[in-house]
């Protein structure tokens, strides 16, 4: 296999898996990929050999034995990787050069997703630590961070009146822009808006349709049931 995903069931960690089921729908074996489950429960990713990977101890971690073992950390990292290396026909991104506009596109919304829908969403001083782990109610942080996860959503909505996709010119095209949000919401998972304090979508139709035109994909489904 060329690849080893060090993962676990969490979105940052399925975005990666999904990235690599589309491309293997695409290319094949040439994307085949072997899977470490990471028990983060258990903090398997603190351990030292983990540690030698990502120094900052977190999945998902990608090795390239094609690429003499080479090691990729961080999301949104990742997925410029394998679209770099792995996707010459830019079925899931653009080309730089040719396409530079479309490129930077899809940088910008990758990494809007990357600083504002996950830490709000999921980390440690966002919603979720709030609603949920705080072991005293603090009205002002649930609200501050809940509104903020509102704002993000209207953030997408605004960006999807339109348009199918985040990134790419007209309607848009599927890239890794979509695929670095979407499992933020899964609701065959787990409906993380809901665990950040979002009881329903219905405010943004627009962004539920987005998610479900992608949940619908094989490939993506295919990579949300893994680890």
């Known amino acids: 296999m060329p690849f080893v995903l060090y993962t676990a069931g969490t979105p940052n960690g399925r975005k990666v898996s999904v990235f690599l089921e589309e491309l293997r729908a695409v290319y094949g074996e040439k994307v085949d990929y072997d899977v470490e489950k990471i028990d983060i429960a258990r903090n398997v990713q603190k351990e030292p050999w983990f540690i030698k990977l990502n120094p900052n101890g977190r999945i998902p971690v990608l090795v390239d034995r094609a690429r003499e073992d080479f090691v990729v950390f961080e999301t949104a990292a990742i997925l410029l990787y394998l679209e770099q290396h792995y996707d010459p026909e830019r079925k899931l991104g653009f080309d730089p050069v040719s396409q530079p506009n479309d490129y930077s596109d899809m940088l910008q919304w990758m990494l809007w997703a990357h600083g504002g829908v996950g830490p709000m969403q999921g980390q440690g001083l966002a919603a979720n630590h709030f609603n949920r782990f705080a072991p005293v109610d603090i009205p002002y942080a649930k ?29 848009g095209v599927y890239s890794a822009a979509d695929i670095n949000v979407f499992p933020w919401r899964v609701p065959a998972l787990i409906n993380v808006h809901q665990f950040a304090g979002v009881e329903s979508l219905d405010e943004w139709p627009t962004l539920q349709m987005w998610f479900g035109r992608i949940e619908a994909r094989k490939a993506v489904q295919d990579g949300l049931a893994i680890p």
Do not use: F, Q
């Open 143 to 171: 609200n501050r961070y809940i509104l903020e996860t509102k704002r993000l959503y209207g953030v997408m909505e605004i960006r999807l009146t339109d348009r199918d996709y985040l990134a790419g010119p007209g309607r």
